[in-house]
Each structure stands twice: as C-alpha cells, then as structure tokens.
C-alpha cells in the first residue's frame, strides 16, 4: 500500500481564497483524522470520522472549516475564506480497527504546507 | 484540559550515548501515552504505546515507561546513531473506554552529531 496521500504537499494562496486540503486513507481504514501543526500551538486533532461519518468535529476552529468524507477513499479539509493565522502544516491520518491497536496505531500522511499571504 | 509537556524542547548530543527524553502530564488519569517520531517535512511514526496497566514498553534501542502517579513518561534511547536525529512528540490519552483524541507535547527535537 502507498500510504496515506496527500494532496497538495504545498499550497500558497492569499488571504480570503478558498482552500481544499486533499486525503486518501490506507485502503480498508475505517478512522480518518485531521491534523494541523503549528509552531504555536503544536499538533491539534480538527475532527475524525469513522466510517465516513464524523465523530467529533470539537477541534475545528470556526466555521470557515469544513471537512467531509463522501466515501472510504476520500476526504476533504476546506478552508474558506482563508486567512494568514491558517498557515500550519495539515496532516491526515488513517486507522483501522481491525489491527491490534488498531485505533492508537494513526498512519500519518506526509502533510500539506500551506501559506496563507 | 489535559496538558502535556515535553522538555527540553531541543537536544543536541554526540553519537553513542545514552539518552533519555521526558513527557509530563497534569492528569493522572491517562488511558494511554504514545511516543511518535516526526522527521522534517513528513508526518508522525509511532514508536511506542503504553496502556494505563502498564509500566513500559520496549522496541529494540528504545525503552519508554510511564508512571501515572507521578504524570511523567520517559523515552530512553540507548547508543544513540545520527539516524536518531528527528523530533519525538508524545501523546496523551483520556476518558474512560479510552478517548481516541489524543493531546500531543510540543515535542522534543534531537541532534545526534557523529
């Protein structure tokens, strides 16, 4: 399996543009994370969905973010408008519960770095 | 909330000698804790989990125990190589039936010069 993907690795965009974070899960991961890091504020939980339905969204910021999972293989983080405070690395992660551990055992994706101007 | 705290936030040290990295935390109450690996421009391993039952856990150069009572796990690193090189983050987990939201530490960036 290729991973967890991630699309785009790097994104810039100035201030009030939309912004659409990509995610392709391992293949047969039933959780979905998104992170974001900052040097701030370090590594913060956004929301997680299991099997394409979100569980707890209490981490994301304001409602300029959105996610959504329409199936197994896909997710979206959609900033809009976006601002400069949204700059941070954005990470997706997956898990299966099938594994040992499965639920503790996160698969990270590389991160998308996105700039906000 | 739940607090983690990971000091120093930076470590530099020769290769070969033996470390070790400290997490704290402010609720004893913790269901588990997870040290990862972050290496520049990529996302976290997972290195090592211990459940609340437990006092450590190993994985070949790495050992990391926790102790509920005291809020504090370290990672020790023995003979440590510059492919150590990397930021070690932990991770907290609470809530009865275990919380899948975890609370990461700020992470502690180490250095291993040949």
């Known amino acids: 399996d290729a991973g967890v993907i991630q699309s785009p690795r790097h994104e810039v965009t100035e201030m009030g543009q939309e912004v659409t974070l990509r995610c392709k899960p391992i293949?047969?991961?039933?959780?979905l994370f998104w992170y974001r890091q900052t040097m701030m504020r370090g590594l913060e939980l956004l929301i997680y969905?299991?099997?394409?339905?979100?569980?707890?969204d209490s981490g994301m910021p304001e409602d300029r973010f959105s996610a959504k999972m329409p199936n197994a293989s896909f997710s979206t983080l959609k900033i809009q408008p976006s601002e400069p405070r949204d700059s941070a690395v954005y990470f997706c992660?997956?898990?299966?519960?099938?594994?040992?551990?499965?639920?503790?055992?996160?698969?990270f994706g590389p991160g998308t770095r996105l700039l906000v101007l | 909330k739940q607090e983690v705290t990971q000091i120093p936030a930076a470590l530099s040290v020769p290769e070969g000698e033996n470390l070790v990295l400290n997490c704290s935390f402010t609720?004893?109450?913790?269901?588990?804790l997870q040290w990862f690996r972050q290496d520049p421009g990529k996302g976290l391993t997972s290195l090592l989990l211990?459940?609340?039952s437990q006092r450590e856990q190993t994985s070949g150069r790495l050992n990391a125990s926790l102790d509920k009572s005291s809020g504090r796990s370290t990672l020790y690193i023995a003979a440590s190589q510059p492919g150590d090189s990397a930021t070690y983050l932990c991770?907290?987990?609470w809530g009865s039936g275990g919380s899948y939201i975890p609370t990461f530490g700020r992470g502690t960036s180490l250095i291993v010069h040949p």
């Open positions: 992660a997956s898990s299966s519960t099938a594994e040992r551990e499965g639920l503790e055992t996160q698969y």
């Open positions: 293949s047969g991961h039933d959780y």
């Open positions: 969905f299991n099997n394409n339905v979100p569980i707890d």
């Open positions: 609720d004893s109450a913790i269901y588990n």
């Open positions: 211990i459940q609340s």
């Open positions: 991770a907290g987990r």
